[in-house]
């Protein structure tokens, strides 16, 4: 079943997740689907395209967050995120922050300016990326902070309806 979809900002591809575990990108023109893997990856909750349409990030129930190059299909980075399972994953407009969402009641901001997000190196390989420390940090705000929890929702509101008007 699928869980999660999301249109690339040019309206060509579109992503979803499953609860199969699994992220597949749809060329929108004729239907054409390519799988993007991790295989110890398990029930995929929410999934983004970056706002320029090369990255897309996906949430699940490990409590990680995956960003792969959709380009190349290649598995970017990922790293747990929360102490319970990913439920909602967004980029800011310019795509150097992340935030997500999750059962642990925490909202996370993610700077993720500092990940490679360019054209892997050569030889490199999802596997070699093993034991790689991350070149993500994250600013973490708890649900009962009130009024910083309503100006995420406002700013991530305002975020999905610029990147779907």
Request: hydrophobic share 40%; charged share 20%.
């Amino acid at each position: 079943m699928i869980r999660d979809l999301d249109f690339s900002s040019d309206g060509r591809f579109l992503v979803s997740c499953s609860y199969d575990g699994t992220v597949h990108i749809w060329r929108m023109r004729d239907g054409f689907s390519k799988l993007l893997e991790d295989t110890d990856a398990s029930v995929f909750i929410c999934v983004k395209f970056n706002p320029d349409g090369q990255y897309i990030a996906a949430g699940n129930y490990d409590n990680k967050l995956r960003v792969w190059n959709v380009r190349t299909s290649q598995l970017v980075e990922k790293w747990i995120a929360h102490r319970k399972q990913t439920w909602s994953v967004a980029f800011t407009l310019d795509g150097k922050g992340l935030v997500s969402n999750s059962a642990d009641a925490t909202w996370k901001y993610w700077d993720i300016s500092l990940m490679e997000l360019a054209e892997p190196g050569y030889g490199m390989t999802k596997h070699s990326m093993a034991g790689r420390k991350s070149r993500v940090t994250a600013h973490t705000v708890r649900h009962s902070h009130v009024f910083v929890q309503l100006f995420l929702l406002t700013q991530l509101f305002y975020l999905a309806l610029l990147l779907t008007g």
